[in-house]
Antibody, heavy 124, light 107 residues
């Protein structure tokens, strides 16, 4: 079945970096954008940005410009999110999701398949 | 950024009740509004896309309506498995944004 499987929980110290993986199966990885969303405890989801797995083109929310990078390895249908210069405020569950188009305009999408989430804890 | 305001933030309801959740956008987003359900410790689940289209596999008691700035998610007869938090999300423009959520609790 169509699914996204993420890597396991991480505990990092302030100033460190974290890299989360998201492996796709059950569909053609390069046919859909991968969206990254994070959610702090008790808060709503927050969009971080997108990646086109076919071209590698990325787009980042302004808040994360310069601190996040999305990459992919198409040979293993896996997307990656790397967040650097971690602070305590980055403690959250990080999700990857598949973006399915609802119009011909880029990013007019719905998020129809989600990974299980990766908990990232930043603590000294 | 396009702000989405959900109301109410929480509600208590009984099994069998009709429940309505609203989402108001800070400016017109045409019909580019999606609804998700999230249970504790789980990822969000897509229920409704493009304001009123029911996602495959989602029970027909869920429905969505609206366009422009005002949108509604309706659960026609609340079931025990529907107690969860519901989020709206717009994809009219970037950054994609989510509402603050509506927690549906058991009365």
């Amino acid at each position: 079945q169509v699914q996204l499987v993420q890597s396991g929980a991480e505990v990092k110290k302030p100033g460190a970096s974290v890299k989360v993986s998201c492996r796709a199966s059950g569909y053609t990885f390069t046919d859909y954008d991968i969206i990254w969303v994070r959610q702090a405890t008790g808060k709503g989801p927050e969009w971080m940005g997108w990646m086109n797995p076919n071209s590698g083109t990325t787009g980042y929310a302004q808040k994360f410009q310069g601190s996040v990078a999305f990459t992919r390895d198409t040979s293993i249908s896996t997307a990656y999110m790397e967040l650097s210069s971690l602070r305590s405020e980055d403690t959250a569950v990080y999700y990857c999701a598949r973006g399915r188009a609802i119009s011909i305009i880029r990013l007019q999408i719905c998020l129809d398949v989600w990974g299980q989430g990766t908990t990232v804890t930043v603590s000294s | 950024d396009i702000q989405l305001t959900q109301s109410p933030p929480s509600l208590s309801a009984s099994v069998g009740d009709r429940v309505t959740i609203t989402c108001r956008a800070g400016r017109s987003i045409s019909g580019y509004l999606n609804w998700y359900q999230q249970k504790p410790g789980k990822a969000p689940r897509l229920l409704i896309y493009a304001a009123s289209s029911l996602e495959s596999g989602v029970p027909s008691r869920f429905s969505g309506s609206g366009s422009g700035t005002d949108f509604t998610l309706t659960i026609s007869s609340l079931q025990p498995e529907d107690f969860a938090t519901y989020y709206c999300q717009q994809s009219y423009g970037t950054p994609l944004t989510f509402g603050g959520g509506t927690k549906v609790e058991i009365k």
